[in-house]
Every structure is written in C-alpha cells, then in structure tokens.
C-alpha cells in the first residue's frame, strides 16, 4: 500500500504564479500596493483504541489573505482558500470592496523589514512515513502505556501526527519569502481507576520536526508516572498556600496574560500596562521572560512573521523591569522602534509571542533560595496543568480563577488533589515569587524552570 | 473545479466518485463538499477598525471499513484532488481502487434540497456599509450611557455555508445555512478598578436578524452589568447553593452532562453516562432535550453534515436518562440510534456527535422562589465559557455574580469559577422556575467549533464548589 502523503505534491504552493496573477489582478483593478501571506499543509494524524485504528486522518489545506491599499490609502484584506486564479480574482475584488471601510485613522503599512536578509534557521524535514507506520508506532505506544500499570484502563484521547507546512509572504514592492518545514507529534491522554474510587487521568505532549525523533518514551513515561501519582488522592481545604508552578503551567499562567507584552493590546486599552510602562518593574528583581521564536528548541519556526518581518528573539522582562514589547509594523510605529516579527496579517494587525523562554537572572538571590521541586520537605502545592484559560482568566484585569491538577507535597511525599481552583491576580503573582529554579525545562510552549510563589488562594473541593 | 454549484447536475460525477470508492471495498463512503462566505466587523469606539470578508471551498471525504474509517479533506476541488483525497481515504484502510470487489453502489437518491428556500438569503443578508452603519451605532449607544467605558468593541459576524453530502448508502442532500453573531464587549474603568464585561446574540437562518437587532436594550443591559462590576468584590470560596440564570446559565448542562451523552465520549469511554439509560442520573425536577427545531436558535440545523434531518431528543425525563445523541460513526461503533447530530465547523472535519439546541425544561417555580429558598450562597446572573475533562470533571467561570443572603440578592461579587462532577452534581438541581430562555454559544470540540444553543430557566443547586479567594 503506497500511502504516504509525500507521494503527491497536491496542494504545493507556486510563489512565481501567485506574484503573476496577483500583479495581473492589481494592474485590472488599479490597485498598486498589495501585499499577501499563503499558507499550505499536508497532513496525517491515526488515533487509535485499544489496539485498534480509531480514526485516520489526512488533510491538504491552503489559504491566502490579501491585502490591498486604495487610493485613499485604505487598507482591505479578503481570505480565501480557492488558490484558483478564479478564487484569487475573486479575493482581489473582495478586498478593494473592504478597503471603502478601511479604517481612515489608522492603516498597515509593509514592515520596513520585509526584504531584510533572514536568519538562517535551516529546519530539519522529516522522510514521511506512512499511514501503517504511524499506527504500528501509535498502537504500541499505547500498549506501552496501558502496561505501565494495572489501573491505568484506556488512553482516551491520543493522536499522532506528522505534517508539513509552507508559508510565503509576497508584495507589490518584490519582498518574498517562502519557507517549508515538517512537525511530527504525539499526545497521550490516559485514564485509570482504582476500586471504588473517581476516575483520574493525566496526559503528555511531545513535539519534533521529525518523526523518527519523536521523544514517545518520554511522554508515555511522563504520562504513566502523573496518572499512577494522581491514583492516590484527597480533598484539600481551602486556604492560602506555598505553590510551586511546574514549567508547563507557569508558560501557561504567562501566555494567558501575554497582552501584558503586546503593544496592539495596549495601544488597544486592553493590557495590563500601558504606554509608559516599559522600564517599570512588573515582577521581582530576579525574572527574566523573553520571547525566543528562534531558539533552537522551537521546532515549529518560521523565520519570518506574517508581514514579511524576520523573526526575532526579544528581552520581555529583564530583572523584573519590562524592558520591550511585541510589535507589529503599525505598533512599532506608533512606539518609534522597529516591528519585532510577531505579527499577523490583516487590516488591524495582531500580535502574538512565538516561544516564550523563562529564566532566572542573576541579579538577585531568591527570597527561599533553599525551595527546591526535588528535596523540600515543607509543605506546598505543586500545580502541574492548568485548564480551563479560556474562560477563567481576565487578561485585561489581571486576575484569574482556574482548575488544576497537581498534588498537596509534605515531607517530600506528594499526595494528589482531588479537584481545586487557584485564584489570584498575575501582577501579585509576579512580585511573590520566592524562588526560581536554576534547571530550566524544554515543554512543548516554551521553556521554564519550576517557579515558587507565596501565598496564594486554593480552593478545595471538600 | 468541478463544482461550481451545488445542484442535482453533480450527480453522474459524484457518483462516478463514490461507486470508485465502493467498489475498492469500502461499506460506505461519503463526500462532504462545502462553500463559504463569511464577514466578520469589528467598531472599536467610534470607528470601524476590521473588516475581514472570507471565501472558502473545500471537501472532506470518508471512507469506513467496518468499524474503522479515514477521512481526508482538500481545498483542491479538481477531479485530480478528489482523485487523490479518496485514494488517500481509501489507502488508511488499506483499500485501493480498481479492486473491482462485487461490492455495488446502487446510485444516489434525488436530491433532497433543503435549500431551496434559502437561495437569496446571502444577497438578503446585511452588505458592508449597513452592517458597519450598524456597529457603530452599536458602540456610540454604549457611549451615551457611560463615560467610564475606557473600551468599547462591537462586533459582527456573518457565516453563510453551502452543503452538499453525498455518501453510497444513498443520501444526497444539499442546504444552504446562515448564521449571524453580534458581541459587544465594554471594559469599564474608575479609580484603580475595572470591570469587562460581554454579551453575544446570535441566530440562524434570519437574513434580517442584525436589522432587527435591539441595539439600546443590548447597551443599557451590558452597561448595567459593567457598573455593578466595577466595584465587586472577590467572592469568598467554598461550598454553597447557587441559584442559575436562565439563557446562558445552561453552559452547565452543556458542560455537566451534554457532552457527556455524545456518543463521542460513549466511543472513548470517558463518559460516567454509559451504562445508564432508563437509570436515574438527576433530580426528579430535572427534564432535558436536545433539538434542531426552535425557530432562528443559533443551533437550529435543517439536516446535519450527514444529510438527516434533526431529531427532538429527550435526554433526561424527570432524572431518568432517555437516550443519547448519535452521529453516523457513534452508531456504529455504539449501537445507539442516530439522532440527526453529525455535526462539523467545515469540510476539515469529520462529522461527530455534538449538541444543537441543548435545554433543561422548565419547571413551575418562579425564580424569586429559588432565591428565597437559600439562606447563603451565590446568585450566578451571567455565565462565561466552561469546559468539561476525561472524567467527567466540568467547570465554568461566573462573569456577573451576586451574593444571596437570607433569601434576597445581596451585593455583587466576582472572580467565582464552579467546578464539579456531572454525576454528584446533577442530582443536586432541585428546582427549575418557569422561564425558560435560549441563549447562543460556540461549543468546541473533536469537530471543530459548531453553532449552538444553551438554555435553561432559573434553577437552584444545592451545593457547588465555588472558587474564588
């Protein structure tokens, strides 16, 4: 069976083609200041079910957003995913009729970067495997898991995925850029349960650029080792307590509340900060936070973001002081510094951070400097996952309310927790840290060490 | 391109796809096919500042062998992509085409259009200029009523889809549907204390729903909100009866239990529900249904992403659960019957089982009666989203809460999440009141994000873990 999906090039974008109909498109139209970001993907995902295929998967996907400025210098945009010359001439139409209600105190421009030489970040591709290989790898995985231990009954939620993606960035001035790379993951999501006690589950994610480098020991381990943990669980009350933030849910609690870092959001009255505040210190004086969409562990880089602008690493919090912000053209603009590779693409363009690496700094000793995830004895909260940050954090006030897994730790001895919420506000949160752990740990968000803060309010489910 | 519309002259060529895919082995295969037009509007203060109109086409195909399927989906809608999408399809199982097994493919029925009707419903629907006109009336009427209001947003979006399923049991449907979606967002600001606050109104198949829309009702409501906010304290945590608005405050049973009686999670084993039809999982005062019917509610459908028609579904009679809401491949694997809810957000997905119109029932009480029935605990007004985990565990936020002391509302408070298990939770909604009302939401899930309604009337949990400081 020749399943692979390399076997067929369907769905390649054509840079070369797109400019020319493109530039056709503009001279009919009288339009000349365009710009446009395409996208493709191919991929394959297999689930499966006790040992059997559960769903197979496979996609070709394209989409492209134009961009057009009138002659009034409004700004239209049009998305589509008909790549057909049809589709696209269509796309043309649909965004000269956006611009009419482009808005007239505020447009995009091209980034001022967007023919800048790019950073070489040579992404490793996979050789693509077929449907049967990922099944085979995905159902001993979860086999493996299962056998780890006898309470543990079904993986309900698994996946595995291998997929490649190619982006480009073209405009009426000759910036272009065009880049492919491949991504392979895995997700294991378990559930067991002892006699007559709650079911528990617990999961683990894996990301590669390459299969066949797929760390799947380790997130079955990972997987195994929390859900056995959680087996053995009890209510706690509810009080104020020592947390300590697992890498992931610390990159989590600080994505949440990225708009901190985002000179769209503040510009917009939605941040936390505002236009004065760089400078200001924000956290305690040993935090360092910065936004690494180029370090070599984030396997899912691009080099450029979606208006052309190379991607770069930026210092967000240096020593507690917020030191710079994520921009796009328009931000950076209006803040006199130049765009920082974090943008989208649109008529009112967004930004987002790509890889946000948490660290100690060196300027500061910590407050506990004798915490430590692997040998202290008093008693803390260790808060592992966070869930429900969609609907339980209110970036633009600062506070946050969320259900957790993780364990109540005394003596070294960790006992799960049955179900709680931990509420607090982030800017509290960031100046009552009391330690930060020298290891830093790669998960597939970011990276971090674990992060001790004091006196925060848990609620129990007693 | 090979489809250019949607209409009973695809017929010879759909069919010459599936009796391909037939006669590889398949037992069934299905060809969903999909265009799209949709604008989205954002007004921030006084000006339009986003105007985003989007195009789509795209197809999914699928193909089961016994209990197992594959299902690829392609922007590339040329007989060379289709090709090669139901040869990928196929290949997961280990099908190939030109097999000429004996299988046969006895021919697609006529076409049941379900659209018929609504052919003009785009040209009908609001155009730019009156949709932005619209917005910003929206956000200078929220002007009028406050000056504290730092931010103002409204938004709109207009999504209108065109269907076509095909599949070789012989089902061949088509539907034209159009949703629409307002939300209006404040952030409200004195001092150093500041409140959001957010509403959304959505419907279906109303192409004059944003003319119809009560912009001044929408504004003093949201604005009353923001301000009774602005002032609140963090609600202190604990254990207590909590009394639930009707509209969105159904986000509960949609997250407590609804999902849970998706054959999506009787397939996984997650759901705490499957061995209990005809047994008794909630209060006697409890009465549920999920249905596509109720005129212009967000998730009304005329037939699902497989091509049938929507069922009234009794979930829950008087605590005792009546049945589960199927889609195709939940059928199969399940047994349970298939209640019209294959749903899917577009062509990349494969349909699943997922919610439409999800209610409690209501009962006889009137609200007032469940707030004078609790001496201490929390008074939820308006709910924010909710998520519910692998083993039944759900929460969701509170967005505008109110104490309740001994029997009357007291002040507001906020930063409340609920948590709990849908099977000790359930069984503690002791009354429902007599108002029953609708509200729209977006629900995600393993098909994507769909269109749907919550709804309840007032009703009073006994005890619920409130989060809070």
């Known amino acids: 069976m020749d399943n692979s999906i390399s076997s067929q090039q369907i769905g390649e974008l054509d840079p070369e083609l797109l400019n020319s109909l493109l530039e056709r498109y503009s001279n009919d139209s009288e339009i000349v200041k365009w710009d446009m970001g395409a996208s493709a993907s ?34 239209g945009i049009t998305s589509t995913s008909d790549l057909t010359s049809e589709g696209i001439n269509k796309a043309m139409r649909g965004a000269i009729e956006a611009s009419l209600f482009g808005n007239k105190k505020e447009s995009p421009e091209f980034s001022p970067l967007a023919k800048k030489e790019l950073v070489d970040i040579n992404p490793k591709s996979s050789n693509p495997h077929s449907i049967d290989e990922l099944l085979s790898i995905l159902k001993k995985a979860e086999k493996q898991l299962i056998d780890t231990h006898q309470s543990i009954d079904s993986v309900p939620y698994n996946g595995l995925n291998e997929s490649y993606m190619e982006r480009i960035y073209l405009n009426s001035e000759g910036a272009n850029r065009h880049m492919k790379l491949s991504q392979s993951s895995i997700y294991l999501y378990a559930k067991a349960q002892e006699e007559n006690k709650k079911p528990r589950s617990a999961g683990g994610i894996r990301i590669n650029s390459n299969l066949d480098e797929l760390d799947i020991e380790s997130c079955i381990n990972e997987t195994s080792d929390k859900l056995i943990s959680h087996l053995n669980y009890k209510s706690i009350e509810t009080s104020k307590y020592l947390i300590c933030f697992s890498p992931e849910a610390f990159l989590q609690l600080i994505n949440a509340f990225s708009s901190m870092f985002n000179a769209r959001s503040i510009i917009d009255g939605l941040s936390l900060m505002n236009e004065d505040s760089i400078g200001n210190q924000i956290a305690v004086s040993n935090l360092n936070i910065s936004d690494e969409g180029l370090h070599p562990e984030n396997v899912g880089a691009f080099s450029f973001d979606g208006e052309g602008t190379p991607t770069q690493n930026v210092k967000l919090i240096s020593n507690g002081r917020l030191t710079n912000l994520l921009h796009s053209e328009a931000t950076a603009r209006k803040f006199g510094v130049k765009p920082t590779g974090h943008a989208g693409l649109g008529a009112k363009v967004s930004v987002s951070p790509d890889w946000l690496v948490v660290s100690k700094s060196e300027s500061d000793i910590d407050k506990e400097k004798n915490l430590n995830v692997k040998n202290t004895l008093k008693e803390y909260i260790l808060i592992d996952e966070l869930s429900a940050i969609h609907s339980g954090v209110k970036a633009s006030q600062g506070s946050f309310s969320l259900p957790f897994d993780g364990w ?38 970011g990276i971090s060490p674990h992060v001790w803060v004091e006196n925060i309010s848990i609620t129990g489910e007693a | 391109m090979l489809f250019h519309t949607f209409d009973e002259t695809l017929k010879p060529q759909i069919e010459e796809l599936l009796s391909l895919g037939k006669s590889a082995g398949a037992d069934l295969v299905e060809v969903f096919l999909e265009k799209s037009d949709n604008i989205s509007l954002l007004a921030e203060q006084d000006d339009i500042s986003n105007v985003s109109p989007s195009f789509g086409i795209g197809a999914g195909i699928r193909v089961f062998l016994g209990k197992k399927d594959g299902f690829v989906s392609t922007n590339d809608l040329s007989k060379e992509g289709l090709l090669f999408a139901l040869n990928q399809a196929l290949g997961m199982l280990g099908l190939v085409t030109g097999s000429l097994t004996n299988d046969k493919f006895e021919g697609l029925s006529d076409l049941r259009d379900f659209g018929t009707k609504k052919n003009d419903w785009l040209e009908h629907s609001p155009n730019l200029d009156e949709s932005t006109i619209k917005l910003i009336e929206a956000t200078k009427s929220l002007a009028d009523k406050n000056k504290n209001l730092q931010v103002r947003r409204a938004s709109y979006a207009r999504n209108w889809q065109e269907v076509l399923v095909a599949a070789t049991d012989g089902v061949f449907a088509r539907d034209i549907r159009l949703h629409q979606t307002v939300g209006l967002n404040v952030i409200a600001q004195q001092d150093k204390n500041r409140s959001t606050s957010a509403r959304r109104y959505g419907s279906s198949d109303n192409p004059d729903d944003l003319r119809n829309w009560e912009i001044e009702k929408s504004a003093c409501e949201l604005n009353e909100s923001a301000q009774k906010m602005l002032y609140a304290e963090y609600v202190e945590a604990g254990q207590m009866p909590v009394v639930l608005a009707n509209k969105f405050g159904g986000v509960i049973f949609h997250e407590a239990c609804g999902h849970l009686l998706e054959t999506t999670q009787l397939e996984r084993g997650t759901s705490p529900f499957h061995d209990s039809i005809d047994k008794q999982i909630a209060h006697k005062a409890v009465s549920a ?102 083993t039944g565990q759900f929460n969701f936020s509170v967005e505008e809460g109110y104490l309740i002391k001994n029997g009357k509302l007291d002040k507001p408070v906020k930063g409340a999440t609920l948590i709990g298990e849908a099977k000790e939770i359930l069984p503690r909604i002791s009354m429902c009141a007599n108002d029953l009302d609708l509200a729209a939401g977006f629900c995600g899930s393993v098909s994507g994000s769909v269109n749907v309604t919550v709804g309840q009337p007032h009703i009073k949990v006994d005890s619920i873990t409130v989060g809070g400081r």
């Open chain 2, 289 to 390: 249904v999920d249905e596509g019917f109720s005129n212009h509610a967000f998730g009304s459908l005329s037939m699902d992403d497989e091509g049938m028609e929507p069922q009234n579904t009794l979930l829950i009679e008087k605590g005792i659960l009546k049945k589960f809401l199927s889609d195709r491949a939940g059928s199969l694997r399940t047994g349970h019957p298939r209640t019209g809810s294959g749903r899917r957000q577009n062509f990349s997905f494969a349909a699943a089982s997922r919610m439409r119109n999800t209610y409690i029932k209501q009962g006889n009480f009137s609200p007032d009666e469940l707030i004078k029935s609790v001496d201490d605990g929390l008074y939820c007004k308006s709910m924010g989203g909710g998520s519910v985990g692998p």
């Open chain 1, 42 to 75: 191919r991929d394959v995902s297999v689930q499966v079910q006790q040992g059997n295929a559960k769903q197979l998967k496979g996609s070709q996907r394209n989409s492209m957003t134009l961009r057009v400025w009138n002659k009034y210098n409004q700004v």
């Open chain 1, 408 to 445: 109540i730790v005394n003596d070294g001895k960790r006992i799960s927790i049955e179900a709680a919420t931990v509420a607090g506000d982030i800017l509290k949160v960031l100046k009552n840290i009391v330690k930060i752990e020298n290891e830093q740990i790669v998960t597939h968000q």
